[in-house]
């Protein structure tokens, strides 16, 4: 419809200019001669107007809908018509009367026509009927906005709105464009790629020839020669990542070049504009037009400025953000194909580093990469015309914008250092953090929370010191930063008036030269950066190619098609070794196996079992032979690899789903029984490496996965060492023997259970790479060689472990596996080991102590789950809710943070900072207007007068300025330093005094998150965002100020602009954090699922799953860049908006300065417009640091919330302490007593009485559940009574400091914990103790052996949580503190199953021996241990079932009878 109008309007236009040009031809026939210009004019213009007009048409079959060429064609057509449109208008008035009557009437029918033409065709045309369908349900909507929308991003509005009305999801971001998504960014680069290596390739191929023709001449050298000349060729060249990139994303990218070539020549334009602006308030005669034409030429060029910046910065974020796209496909699909010695050289978090840093590198780097050539071009072009303006004066402000550079690299490598000393001092704080948190219920029952508080303190100290260095350097480069322009004025002006007498500086000359520098001030501060950023990157590309270089596998290695008839796996006199430099680990195979056979290969450990079964998968590299597989391959591998999905989803790993078999392989492979306990059953979501499942229940996902896959060949790899041996033998019935699910297929199982060879229709046995026997089991025991010897190693073992588990039912042990997973003492951050399990099943009698039969074992399997001895773990139970989800900050933010950020500071500090900004600003206001004012000085004869005088005010307001600046930021930054001390020691605090009940329902990663990433951002980003925001906050208002002093109209436009400007803020603030969060959120499953690949690649080559995990790969950079286009979007549509505001106040300063001509001298208007045009750089990072200071101010926010969680009682209540040396007597009293653990549970102890004698050993039983560590933690006060009492000695233990009743009563807990740092610490963290008192603890705890035959006694190290010492050391070392503490109480909460019987006898007998006169309760598994106490208690569901001694109740037959009976004892 539209393009019909244009086109219409296009040849009337042709037939108006033609109309003029017959006349011209009828004015020569009536023989008044025209001249020659009417007949040229008409002529030209005739004929573009006629190509104009066939441009619309081509442009609509094209199906372009809106034209950049026409519109500019239309504007600049409009504008040339201006002139002569006023001047025919003025010659008209003036005369009276219009002459030319017919070529007045056709230029104004032209000039409506071209109007008319320009509006049409700023409206976009609806896509023509041919256009494809998109399918696509958000697509963006840039692809068919107008040509104006695409110029301002008018097109984002939309999303801007919407982010402002309500928080964005997901659900509103736009669908890539087709060019931006992986699939076809990384098929373009492949193929450059593939490119560079062939090309690589033909070079090495052209070097062979040419070495082997030379070896021709030389018959006896041989090939060696030849070779050793390639290896040398090969060094030379590599294929060339660069150039790949380069011819991928190059010519895209230099459109972005080419608009920066553009706006770098237009930002010289208005200095010009500025001096003649100038010289026209000097010149009182000139016509008022004029000075309207130069505000309006000002406004022009600022506008088309910020339209090409922004357009450069489109083009080059989104090279950027292909690149990254571009770069991480590649690695992610190199990751895939990789051969196994590749991989090795390099670990996973470095290829993952690949990913997310190197390809960051690069993404970051392209956005400033057009600064290598234009900033040396902007130099030069404002070095030519301040040469022009000042002359050679020039040359002194150079150098000392050169001195400045090394200051500042100096400064640079120096933050670096500290950046990297202050990395070091967060990293031990988080570790330290984290291992507090791990064990704070540890530190509680030994009040050990001060002295751990203290070396937190210590940690953060140092932490704070190197950041307030940091400080300094900052403030010194801030100023730096600020006075830079300043002193290189100073300098040339100086020189400038001092040369020469004649050196005259009038408004002109200052204010041009001082718009110059401040453009140089940018690119002079940029190149360093560029060039610093330009080296990280190299090395970053290195090392991709590097990556990108490495030796792939060899697709053909294992021939799948042709096999043997008969056979399923064939390999002929095969050589194999994991890379080509290393001497082959599997030499001469020669294996064939008969088609649906059972194989077992057997052999020592390291003799290539696993490496068998990698070269049948074509992992390894083949050196010689002949490898053949036929059809398909499922593979388990030795360490069960589990994907971060459900545990449904690991299981079917691609397949059609097939509900039938799905529930035939869950019962063969034993995992009903799993699913019952798991919260959500199949649909459980499985952590990051298989977290939460245990060792076992991963091998069984693994054997689930390969059994459901349903292919020929299974490779089965050491399957079943993981699991239990009930499982295993479960496993290898249902699932691999001869009358398994798998019957029928061929199999090959590594194996070192020998129970299973019998059963087996082959079994090969390796001997140091090499296959020594093969034949059935009968066979190879009349043979009597490594097999029947591999036997006899074995076999001891086995026999005693099976007659140990034949006791026990199977479904029994089953059941001791469910136990134990709920089990939480054990499992508490203990990974439950084989061993545990098997000292486990030896008390399984303990805990099954009802005298049931072991068939009613679901009931039993439900009190196990209810009700367990502490608050499940947090991982264990989502279904319950125990975890709160966290909650983030949606919207914007109150302003009470605001103000609690300003209290940590100190409001007087607050204060003070704003008034030195304040005083900064005057300062430079000052010096300017000192500038103008000097500038007005009258010249006489030739010269200016105390030239002196006026730059020493100068430089000294200048200097003044420079050193609040000082002043100020390095004030700001102590306000920050100490602002992050105290909102870390108010949040520490809290911690060590939050109630245990916090930490059981709060995972620990979201408390470390608080120490870690909130703190980092009030140390280290706030107040830099601060410092930003208030320094350009002052500069805006300064700058308002100022012009409206020189042209008061001004005030009149502030209120509008300063309404449109809110409002974008508001917008954009509101839409770019959510966007932020988007970004940020989307981006770590891209890096967890790429370390998750690569771990697994072998599995998934083995399965054939490489396609679908590099579109799942795809999909998820996708999502990421489909919220980081839109973040990249915001940006520019601000920039724009933005600049606008500013390039207003840039015509409305001119605009008033030509109105008030007469009033204004040249000094005032040069000082307003010269501030007006640096505003638009402050109002616009105004912004970005209003939107930076929102999303981060949260940190505050979230870290307060955490410092006023509920706190326990005090640690000590001055004037309630107990004397010194309570308890005297040790006698405890429960007085009907209960307890619950959290609010609104059930209660776990209810109404308990019962009293303790001094010195009375007391052993406490039940069941899981029944409340026995409740009874313990009650004592300890981390439970608080619902009602009753417990009274020690008589006093009432609830009206005493925690920590006056925790250090006076000793626990030996259950699983022990230990902190990394010496031993000594471990035993006395306060000192108290002298060596003497500690070597004797050691000695009485039998660890003085092993300690002293450390080198480092005492100062002995203890890694992370003791991993350096045994299971039966550690619990040694916790006795050790308990005899160095020697109180009155001792509580024994014995380890269940953690520890061997022999150190278990040691810790008893000390105990009896050391703690004779004082009271023991004992939480007891093995009964045998309590069986000569006083006393004995028995609890069943949180009362007293039995309160008696050992003797009289096992005559009472009650349930300590039935507990004692099942354990032998009675």
Same mark, same amino acid.
């Given at each position: 419809?539209?393009?019909?109008?244009?086109?219409?309007?296009?040849?009337?236009?042709?037939?108006?200019?033609?109309?003029?040009?017959?006349?011209?031809?009828?004015?020569?026939?009536?023989?008044?001669?025209?001249?020659?210009?009417?007949?040229?004019?008409?002529?030209?213009?005739?004929?573009?107007?006629?190509?104009?007009?066939?441009?619309?048409?081509?442009?609509?079959?094209?199906?372009?809908?809106?034209?950049?060429? #026409?519109?500019?064609?239309?504007?600049?057509?409009?504008?040339?018509?201006?002139?002569?449109?006023?001047?025919?208008?003025?010659?008209?008035?003036?005369?009276?009367?219009?002459?030319?009557?017919?070529?007045?009437?056709?230029?104004?029918?032209?000039?409506?026509?071209?109007?008319?033409?320009?509006?049409?065709?700023?409206?976009?045309?609806?896509?023509?009927?041919?256009?494809?369908?998109?399918?696509?349900?958000?697509?963006?909507?840039?692809?068919?906005?107008?040509?104006?929308?695409?110029?301002?991003?008018?097109?984002?509005?939309?999303?801007?709105?919407?982010?402002?009305?309500?928080?964005?999801?997901?659900?509103?971001?736009?669908?890539?464009?087709?060019?931006?998504?992986? %699939?076809?960014?990384?098929?373009?680069?492949?193929?450059?790629?593939?490119?560079?290596?062939?090309?690589?390739?033909?070079?090495?191929?052209?070097?062979?020839?040419?070495?082997?023709?030379?070896?021709?001449?030389?018959?006896?050298?041989?090939?060696?020669?030849?070779?050793?000349? $390639?290896?040398?060729?090969?060094?030379?060249?590599?294929?060339?990542? #660069?150039?790949?990139?380069?011819?991928?994303?190059?010519?895209?990218?230099?459109?972005?070049?080419?608009?920066?070539?553009?706006?770098?020549?237009?930002?010289?334009?208005?200095?010009? #504009?500025?001096?003649?602006?100038?010289?026209?308030?000097?010149?009182?005669?000139?016509?008022?037009?004029?000075?309207?034409?130069?505000?309006?030429?000002?406004?022009?060029?600022?506008?088309?400025?910020?339209?090409?910046?922004?357009? =450069?910065?489109?083009?080059?974020?989104?090279?950027?953000?292909?690149?990254?796209?571009?770069?991480?496909?590649?690695?992610?699909?190199?990751?895939?194909?990789?051969?196994?010695?590749?991989?090795?050289?390099?670990?996973?978090?470095?290829?993952?580093?690949?990913?997310?840093?190197?390809?960051?590198?690069?993404?970051?780097?392209?956005?400033?990469?057009?600064?290598?050539?234009?900033?040396?071009?902007?130099?030069?072009?404002?070095?030519?015309?301040?040469?022009?303006?000042?002359?050679?004066?020039?040359?002194?402000?150079?150098?000392?914008?050169?001195?400045?550079?090394?200051?500042?690299?100096?400064?640079?490598?120096?933050?670096?250092?500290?950046?990297?000393?202050?990395?070091?001092?967060?990293?031990?704080? /988080?570790?330290?953090?984290?291992?507090?948190?791990?064990?704070?219920?540890?530190?509680?029952?030994?009040?050990?929370?001060?002295?751990?508080?203290?070396?937190?303190?210590?940690?953060?100290?140092?932490?704070?010191?190197?950041?307030?260095?940091?400080?300094?350097?900052?403030?010194?480069?801030?100023?730096?930063?600020?006075?830079?322009?300043?002193?290189?004025?100073?300098?040339?002006?100086?020189?400038?008036?001092?040369?020469?007498?004649?050196?005259?500086?009038?408004?002109?000359?200052?204010?041009?030269?001082?718009?110059?520098?401040?453009?140089?001030?940018?690119?002079?501060?940029?190149?360093?950066?560029?060039?610093?950023?330009?080296?990280?990157? *190299? @090395?970053?590309?290195?090392?991709?190619?590097?990556?990108?270089?490495?030796?792939?596998?060899?697709?053909?290695?294992?021939?799948?098609?042709?096999?043997?008839?008969?056979?399923?796996?064939?390999?002929?006199?095969?050589?194999?070794?994991?890379?080509?430099?290393?001497?082959?680990?599997?030499?001469?195979?020669?294996?064939?196996?008969?088609?649906?056979?059972?194989?077992?290969?057997?052999?020592?450990?390291?003799?290539?079992?696993?490496?068998?079964?990698?070269?049948?998968?074509?992992?390894?590299?083949?050196?010689?032979?002949?490898?053949?597989?036929?059809?398909?391959?499922?593979?388990?591998?030795?360490?069960?690899?589990?994907?971060?999905?459900?545990?449904?989803?690991?299981?079917?790993?691609?397949?059609?789903?097939? +509900?039938?078999?799905?529930?035939?392989?869950?019962?063969?492979?034993?995992?009903?029984?799993?699913?019952?306990?798991?919260?959500?059953?199949?649909?459980?979501?499985?952590?990051?490496?298989?977290?939460?499942?245990?060792?076992?229940?991963?091998?069984?996902?693994?054997?689930?996965?390969?059994?459901?896959?349903?292919?020929?060949?299974?490779?089965?790899?050491?399957?079943?060492?993981?699991?239990?041996?009930?499982?295993?033998?479960?496993?290898?019935?249902?699932?691999?023997?001869?009358?398994?699910?798998?019957?029928?297929?061929?199999?090959?199982?590594?194996?070192?259970? $020998?129970?299973?060879?019998?059963?087996?229709?082959?079994?090969?046995?390796?001997?140091?790479?090499?296959?020594?026997?093969?034949?059935?089991?009968?066979?190879?025991?009349?043979?009597?060689?490594?097999?029947?010897?591999?036997?006899?190693?074995?076999?001891?073992?086995?026999?005693?472990?099976?007659?140990?588990?034949?006791?026990?039912?199977?479904?029994?042990?089953?059941?001791? +596996?469910?136990?134990?997973?709920?089990?939480?003492?054990?499992?508490?951050?203990?990974?439950?080991?084989?061993?545990?399990?098997?000292?486990?099943?030896?008390?399984?009698?303990? /805990?099954?102590?009802?005298?049931?039969?072991?068939?009613?074992?679901?009931?039993?399997?439900?009190?196990?789950?209810?009700?367990?001895?502490?608050?499940?773990?947090?991982?264990?139970?989502?279904?319950?809710?125990?975890?709160?989800?966290?909650?983030?900050?949606?919207?914007?933010?109150?302003?009470?943070?605001?103000?609690?950020?300003?209290?940590?500071?100190?409001?007087?500090?607050?204060?003070?900072?704003?008034?030195?900004?304040?005083?900064?600003?005057?300062?430079?206001?000052?010096?300017?207007?000192?500038? *103008?004012?000097?500038?007005?000085?009258?010249?006489?004869?030739?010269?200016?007068?105390?030239?002196?005088?006026?730059?020493?005010?100068?430089?000294?307001?200048?200097?003044?300025?420079?050193?609040?600046?000082?002043?100020?930021?390095?004030?700001?930054?102590?306000?920050?330093?100490?602002?992050?001390?105290?909102? =870390?020691?108010?949040?520490?605090?809290?911690?060590?005094?939050?109630?245990?009940?916090?930490?059981?329902?709060?995972?620990?990663?979201?408390?470390?998150?608080?120490?870690?990433?909130?703190?980092?951002?009030?140390?280290?980003?706030?107040?830099?965002?601060?410092?930003?925001?208030?320094?350009?906050?002052?500069?805006?208002?300064?700058?308002?100020?100022? $012009?409206?002093?020189?042209?008061?109209?001004?005030?009149?436009?502030?209120?509008?602009?300063?309404?449109?400007?809110?409002?974008?803020?508001?917008?954009?603030?509101?839409?770019?954090?959510?966007?932020?969060?988007?970004?940020?959120?989307?981006?770590?499953?891209?890096?967890?699922?790429?370390?998750?690949?690569?771990?697994?690649?072998?599995?998934?080559?083995?399965?054939?799953?490489?396609?679908?995990?590099?579109?799942?790969?795809?999909?998820? @950079?996708?999502?990421?860049?489909?919220?980081?286009?839109?973040?990249?979007?915001?940006?520019?549509?601000?920039?724009?908006?933005?600049?606008?505001?500013?390039?207003?106040?840039?015509?409305?300063?001119?605009?008033?300065?030509?109105?008030?001509?007469?009033?204004?001298?040249?000094?005032?208007?040069?000082? %307003?417009?010269?501030?007006?045009?640096?505003?638009?750089?402050?109002?616009?990072?105004?912004?970005?640091?209003?939107?930076?200071?929102? *999303?981060?101010?949260?940190?505050?926010?979230?870290?307060?919330?955490?410092?006023?969680?509920?706190?326990?009682?005090?640690?000590?209540?001055?004037?309630?302490?107990?004397?010194?040396?309570?308890?005297?007597?040790? +006698?405890?009293?429960?007085?009907?007593?209960?307890?619950?653990?959290?609010?609104?549970?059930?209660?776990?102890?209810?109404?308990?009485?019962?009293?303790?004698?001094?010195?009375?050993?007391?052993?406490?039983?039940?069941?899981?559940?029944?409340?026995?560590?409740?009874?313990?933690?009650?004592?300890?006060?981390?439970?608080?009574?619902?009602?009753?009492?417990?009274?020690?000695?008589?006093?009432?233990?609830?009206?005493?400091?925690?920590?006056?009743?925790?250090?006076?009563?000793?626990?030996?807990?259950?699983?022990?914990?230990?902190? %990394?740092?010496?031993?000594?610490?471990?035993?006395?963290?306060?000192?108290?103790?002298?060596?003497?008192?500690?070597?004797?603890?050691?000695?009485?705890?039998?660890?003085?052996?092993?300690?002293?035959?450390?080198?480092?006694?005492?100062?002995?190290?203890?890694?992370?949580?003791?991993?350096?010492?045994?299971?039966?050391?550690?619990?040694?070392?916790?006795?050790?503190?308990?005899?160095?503490?020697?109180?009155?109480?001792?509580?024994?909460?014995?380890?269940?199953?953690?520890?061997?019987?022999?150190?278990?006898?040691?810790?008893?007998?000390?105990?009896?021996?050391?703690?004779?006169?004082?009271?023991?309760?004992?939480?007891?598994?093995?009964?045998?241990?309590?069986?000569?106490?006083?006393?004995?208690?028995?609890?069943?569901?949180?009362? $007293?079932?039995?309160?008696?001694?050992?003797?009289?109740?096992?005559?009472?037959?009650?349930?300590?009878?039935?507990?004692?009976?099942?354990?032998?004892?009675?």
């Amino acid at each position: 419809m539209l393009s019909r109008f244009k086109t219409i309007l296009g040849v009337l236009l042709w037939c108006v200019c033609w109309a003029d040009l017959f006349f011209s031809f009828h004015e020569l026939l009536q023989s008044r001669t025209p001249p020659p210009v009417y007949f040229v004019t008409p002529l030209i213009v005739g004929i573009t107007m006629v190509l104009a007009t066939v441009l619309v048409q081509y442009e609509r079959l094209r199906g372009v809908q809106s034209s950049g060429v #026409l519109i500019i064609f239309w504007f600049l057509s409009v504008l040339c018509a201006v002139v002569p449109f006023r001047s025919k208008i003025i010659a008209a008035t003036a005369q009276g009367q219009i002459k030319d009557r017919f070529r007045f009437t056709t230029f104004f029918s032209y000039f409506a026509l071209i109007l008319i033409e320009l509006i049409l065709s700023c409206f976009k045309e609806n896509p023509p009927f041919f256009s494809p369908v998109n399918s696509d349900p958000n697509p963006c909507p840039e692809l068919n906005s107008g040509f104006l929308s695409k110029m301002t991003f008018w097109w984002f509005t939309r999303m801007a709105i919407l982010g402002y009305k309500r928080p964005l999801e997901d659900k509103d971001l736009w669908s890539l464009n087709k060019d931006d998504t992986s %699939s076809i960014i990384v098929q373009q680069l492949h193929k450059e790629w593939d490119k560079q290596k062939d090309e690589w390739k033909q070079k090495e191929d052209v070097a062979y020839v040419k070495t082997s023709n030379h070896v021709l001449n030389h018959v006896g050298d041989g090939p060696e020669e030849a070779e050793v000349l $390639i290896q040398d060729k090969r060094q030379h060249k590599e294929p060339s990542f #660069l150039k790949a990139l380069l011819r991928t994303f190059g010519p895209y990218f230099l459109i972005g070049s080419f608009y920066k070539l553009i706006q770098d020549l237009l930002s010289f334009v208005n200095p010009q #504009l500025l001096s003649i602006l100038i010289s026209f308030i000097k010149d009182k005669d000139a016509p008022s037009w004029w000075g309207f034409l130069i505000a309006a030429l000002m406004f022009f060029s600022a506008v088309l400025q910020t339209i090409i910046l922004h357009q =450069h910065f489109q083009y080059c974020f989104v090279t950027g953000m292909r690149l990254r796209t571009g770069i991480t496909g590649m690695i992610y699909r190199k990751s895939l194909v990789i051969t196994n010695s590749a991989k090795r050289s390099s670990t996973v978090g470095e290829i993952v580093n690949l990913m997310s840093v190197d390809a960051q590198r690069f993404m970051d780097l392209v956005t400033f990469l057009n600064m290598l050539w234009s900033a040396p071009l902007q130099i030069c072009l404002a070095l030519y015309f301040l040469w022009q303006t000042l002359g050679p004066s020039v040359l002194a402000g150079v150098a000392v914008m050169i001195l400045l550079i090394p200051l500042n690299a100096a400064i640079a490598i120096k933050t670096r250092a500290f950046q990297v000393e202050q990395m070091r001092h967060k990293d031990s704080r /988080i570790k330290l953090m984290n291992e507090i948190l791990s064990g704070i219920k540890v530190l509680k029952l030994y009040a050990w929370e001060p002295s751990f508080q203290e070396k937190v303190l210590d940690i953060r100290k140092n932490e704070l010191r190197v950041l307030k260095k940091a400080a300094y350097l900052n403030s010194l480069s801030t100023f730096a930063w600020i006075s830079a322009p300043f002193l290189v004025a100073l300098t040339t002006f100086a020189v400038y008036v001092s040369v020469d007498e004649n050196n005259i500086l009038d408004a002109e000359k200052a204010f041009v030269s001082l718009s110059l520098f401040n453009i140089l001030r940018f690119p002079l501060n940029m190149l360093p950066q560029v060039i610093s950023n330009l080296a990280q990157t *190299s @090395v970053s590309l290195k090392r991709i190619q590097q990556f990108l270089s490495h030796d792939e596998l060899d697709p053909n290695c294992v021939e799948t098609k042709v096999v043997t008839p008969g056979y399923a796996i064939t390999v002929t006199n095969g050589t194999f070794s994991w890379a080509k430099e290393l001497k082959p680990s599997l030499k001469d195979i020669h294996l064939l196996v008969p088609s649906g056979s059972l194989v077992a290969v057997v052999g020592h450990v390291g003799c290539g079992k696993s490496s068998l079964v990698s070269a049948l998968l074509g992992e390894m590299e083949k050196l010689e032979g002949h490898v053949a597989v036929k059809g398909s391959v499922a593979y388990v591998p030795q360490q069960a690899w589990i994907q971060n999905a459900t545990l449904k989803d690991n299981i079917l790993f691609g397949q059609q789903h097939n +509900e039938q078999k799905y529930q035939n392989v869950l019962e063969a492979c034993a995992l009903k029984t799993d699913l019952e306990v798991l919260p959500g059953g199949d649909h459980t979501e499985i952590g990051e490496k298989g977290i939460n499942l245990s060792g076992g229940q991963r091998q069984r996902v693994s054997i689930a996965r390969a059994v459901f896959s349903d292919a020929d060949v299974y490779l089965l790899d050491d399957p079943l060492s993981a699991v239990d041996s009930h499982v295993a033998k479960h496993i290898f019935d249902n699932v691999i023997g001869p009358e398994g699910a798998l019957k029928g297929k061929t199999r090959m199982l590594v194996t070192h259970g $020998i129970t299973f060879l019998p059963q087996v229709d082959h079994i090969v046995v390796l001997v140091d790479g090499k296959i020594s026997e093969m034949g059935s089991y009968q066979e190879l025991l009349k043979q009597n060689g490594a097999f029947a010897e591999f036997l006899r190693n074995y076999a001891p073992d086995e026999d005693i472990e099976e007659d140990e588990l034949t006791m026990l039912e199977d479904e029994e042990v089953l059941l001791a +596996e469910d136990t134990l997973s709920n089990h939480t003492d054990l499992a508490d951050n203990e990974p439950v080991t084989n061993e545990v399990r098997k000292q486990f099943l030896r008390q399984i009698s303990v /805990i099954s102590s009802e005298g049931e039969c072991p068939k009613k074992m679901s009931t039993r399997r439900r009190v196990c789950e209810k009700k367990s001895a502490e608050p499940p773990q947090p991982q264990k139970i989502p279904t319950e809710k125990l975890i709160q989800a966290e909650t983030s900050e949606i919207g914007t933010v109150k302003l009470t943070v605001f103000w609690q950020y300003m209290k940590a500071v100190g409001l007087m500090t607050s204060l003070v900072i704003c008034f030195l900004y304040g005083c900064q600003n005057a300062a430079a206001i000052g010096a300017n207007v000192w500038l *103008s004012d000097w500038t007005n000085e009258p010249v006489i004869n030739g010269t200016q007068h105390n030239t002196s005088m006026r730059v020493g005010v100068y430089a000294a307001l200048g200097l003044l300025q420079g050193l609040l600046v000082l002043i100020s930021s390095f004030t700001l930054a102590m306000g920050g330093i100490n602002a992050a001390r105290t909102l =870390h020691a108010a949040l520490l605090e809290n911690k060590f005094h939050t109630p245990q009940s916090f930490f059981d329902t709060t995972p620990t990663g979201r408390i470390i998150n608080r120490f870690s990433k909130d703190i980092y951002v009030i140390d280290e980003v706030i107040p830099p965002t601060i410092l930003m925001f208030l320094g350009t906050f002052f500069t805006s208002v300064s700058t308002i100020l100022v $012009i409206i002093s020189s042209t008061p109209l001004f005030a009149v436009v502030i209120i509008p602009l300063a309404i449109v400007y809110f409002f974008v803020q508001r917008f954009y603030v509101a839409t770019s954090r959510q966007l932020k969060r988007l970004e940020s959120v989307s981006r770590s499953p891209i890096y967890s699922h790429f370390s998750e690949t690569i771990t697994g690649a072998s599995v998934i080559r083995a399965y054939g799953r490489e396609n679908s995990f590099v579109c799942l790969n795809d999909l998820k @950079v996708d999502e990421n860049q489909k919220s980081y286009f839109p973040n990249i979007i915001s940006n520019r549509w601000l920039g724009v908006r933005i600049e606008l505001i500013g390039n207003f106040v840039v015509l409305f300063a001119a605009l008033f300065a030509v109105l008030g001509k007469n009033s204004l001298n040249a000094g005032l208007v040069g000082l %307003s417009v010269s501030y007006a045009l640096q505003v638009t750089m402050s109002l616009n990072w105004m912004v970005r640091m209003t939107s930076d200071l929102e *999303s981060n101010i949260v940190a505050v926010e979230r870290v307060k919330e955490y410092s006023e969680t509920e706190t326990e009682a005090p640690w000590i209540i001055e004037d309630k302490r107990p004397p010194e040396d309570w308890p005297a007597q040790g +006698e405890v009293e429960f007085v009907d007593y209960s307890v619950r653990y959290r609010k609104g549970m059930d209660l776990v102890l209810k109404g308990l009485s019962l009293r303790v004698k001094g010195g009375e050993k007391i052993g406490i039983v039940g069941r899981t559940g029944a409340g026995k560590s409740s009874m313990t933690l009650c004592l300890f006060r981390i439970l608080e009574a619902v009602k009753g009492e417990i009274k020690i000695d008589g006093v009432r233990i609830s009206e005493i400091g925690l920590h006056d009743l925790r250090s006076k009563i000793t626990i030996i807990p259950q699983d022990p914990v230990l902190f %990394s740092g010496t031993l000594k610490m471990n035993l006395d963290p306060f000192n108290k103790y002298s060596e003497d008192e500690i070597w004797k603890a050691l000695e009485l705890s039998h660890l003085k052996r092993f300690v002293s035959s450390k080198p480092e006694k005492l100062e002995y190290e203890c890694s992370e949580g003791g991993e350096n010492l045994s299971v039966g050391q550690r619990q040694l070392v916790c006795l050790a503190r308990a005899l160095l503490r020697k109180t009155r109480i001792l509580v024994l909460d014995e380890a269940t199953a953690a520890i061997d019987l022999e150190t278990d006898d040691l810790i008893q007998m000390t105990i009896r021996t050391q703690f004779e006169d004082c009271t023991v309760l004992t939480i007891a598994h093995r009964l045998n241990t309590i069986m000569d106490y006083t006393r004995v208690l028995v609890l069943d569901k949180g009362t $007293i079932a039995e309160f008696d001694t050992p003797s009289s109740l096992i005559a009472s037959r009650g349930i300590f009878y039935g507990m004692a009976k099942d354990a032998g004892l009675a």
